[in-house]
């Protein structure tokens, strides 16, 4: 057949690209409407938008899925790469790429395997972020003022957190009502803990010192809400130390492990929270009577140490007996002395004037008198002078040097004498008496016991200002 003839008569119908487009949509939205199909989520794109575009696949074939921006914070789940899911959405086409895809409202988690698998996922990048490191955790405070419990308002948990707490010790409560599964869960969970930490300190509505993340018992599912990456996210970043009480002692979410402490179960939330009054009351008690009986040891002590001291320090008077015993007894043979020592000199001297004749007398001062002729003519007055003056101030420094070191000698000893004296006024009992210290004496003799004191007739209480007397 030539190319120019014209071409064979049909009966198929002809259309346009849009209405075979439009067709094939309404025949496929028709006959299939909403969906549900089961598999594994493949590449996953977040568009600026919001929207979220991503792939479900098994072993052969390949579904592209669209979730638009405003039903995102319904899913249940966020889709992620390798999860097991099943997705419930419309059927629909994309004309402008010849390509059909699923409208995805809603996702859910193919078995606890899938579950579990997400979550251990979920484990490793918050651990290789840090968030469950020790180091990180904030310790709890000892006996907060204000208590933040995040949990449903009408559930169990509430009631037995507000009863042991009433039991132990008695604190301000503040609830945020949050859903505790479901798809509301994680989000109200992660806002209530953001918005207590925004809370102002000492507000009209203060701000928590401590937060208790609770919710009972569960299986993995209804406990899914904890194990949202939001919500460990939420609870890491808070100021406020965290404790969670999420299901029983055997169940573990997400939150557990970047809490600062978990509790097995809400009720031990609450005795982690707050110690009991009465032990407190009783510790207290007991370490005041501790301070009391270590204070009146000490005291007791030193009180010893002082009496001590004072009987191993000597009296005054004991210190001045020997000087004044050697003055009398000196005073006393100073004048025997004088006239023993006159009596001696004028023994001498009637001696030495018997022994000089008249005659001798004349022939020695001649002698004398001619040597000194000699010593005169050899001696001028200016070498005596020199001789007197070099003399004289010998003389005056040998009595100078005498008076300072004898000065010297009497000071010390005052200064010695003056600090006994100052060190005997301390340690003495009347400086203890300023002290608030008194002295009691029963019928004349000091008094150190109760028995003692009831058994005098009449009491005598000395004080550092003066006694009085009680019979």
């Not at 001619?370 to 040998?398: F, G, H, P, W």
């Not at 210290?437 to 016991?449: E, H, I, L, S």
């Amino acid at each position: 057949m030539d190319l120019f003839d014209e071409p064979t008569a049909t009966n198929a119908p002809e259309f346009t690209v849009s209405e075979l487009t439009g067709s094939v949509k309404k025949t496929l939205e028709g006959t299939f409407g909403r969906v549900r199909v089961r598999g594994e989520v493949g590449r996953v794109m977040i568009a600026r938008s919001g929207h979220i575009y991503y792939d479900i696949k098994d072993d052969k074939n390949v579904i592209a899925c669209t979730t638009w921006k405003g039903q995102v914070a319904g899913l249940g789940v966020t889709p992620e790469e390798g999860l097991e899911v099943i997705i419930t959405g419309k059927l629909s086409t994309f004309g402008a790429q010849s390509k059909y895809n699923i409208n995805v409202d809603s996702i859910e988690v193919a078995g606890a395997g899938a579950l579990m698998a997400m979550l251990e996922k979920r484990k490793a990048v918050l651990a290789a972020e840090g968030l469950f490191d020790l180091q990180r955790k904030k310790e709890l405070p000892y006996l907060p003022e204000i208590i933040g419990v995040i949990t449903s308002p009408t559930g169990a948990v509430i009631r037995d957190i507000l009863h042991r707490l009433r039991d132990r010790f008695p604190r301000k409560v503040l609830v945020w009502p949050v859903a505790v599964q479901g798809k509301a869960c994680a989000p109200e969970v992660a806002n209530a803990i953001r918005g207590f930490n925004a809370m102002t300190p000492g507000g009209a509505l203060p701000r928590p010192d401590l937060i208790i993340v609770a919710r009972g018992g569960g299986s993995l599912e209804d406990l899914w809400g904890f194990n949202e990456e939001i919500v460990a996210r939420a609870a890491a970043a808070s100021d406020i130390p965290l404790i969670s009480a999420v299901g029983h002692e055997t169940d573990t979410t997400l939150i557990d492990f970047v809490s600062d402490m978990r509790a097995p179960t809400p009720t031990a939330a609450a005795e982690m929270a707050v110690p009991v009054r009465l032990e407190l009351m009783a510790w207290v008690d007991q370490q005041g009577a501790r301070l009391s009986r270590s204070l009146s040891n000490t005291l007791n002590q030193r009180q010893q140490r002082l009496r001590d001291l004072s009987r191993a320090l000597p009296n005054k008077d004991s210190l001045l007996d020997g000087p004044r015993q050697r003055f009398d007894y000196l005073t006393e043979r100073l004048p025997n002395a004088l006239q023993a020592g006159i009596a001696q000199k004028r023994l001498k001297l009637s001696e030495e004037a018997g022994a000089l004749r008249p005659a001798v007398l004349r022939s020695r001062i001649a002698a004398d008198k001619q040597r000194l002729d000699k010593l005169t003519d050899r001696l001028s007055a200016e070498v005596i002078t020199r001789d007197i003056a070099r003399k004289q101030d010998k003389l005056n420094s040998t009595i100078s040097r005498l008076s300072d070191r004898a000065r010297s000698q009497q000071d010390r000893r005052i200064a010695k004498l003056d600090a006994l004296e100052g060190l005997h006024k301390t340690l003495g009992y009347k400086e203890t008496l300023k002290r608030g210290y008194a002295v009691v004496r029963g019928d004349g003799k000091v008094v150190t016991d109760v028995a003692a004191a009831k058994a005098a007739t009449s009491l005598e209480i000395q004080f550092a200002d003066g006694r009085i007397t009680r019979n």
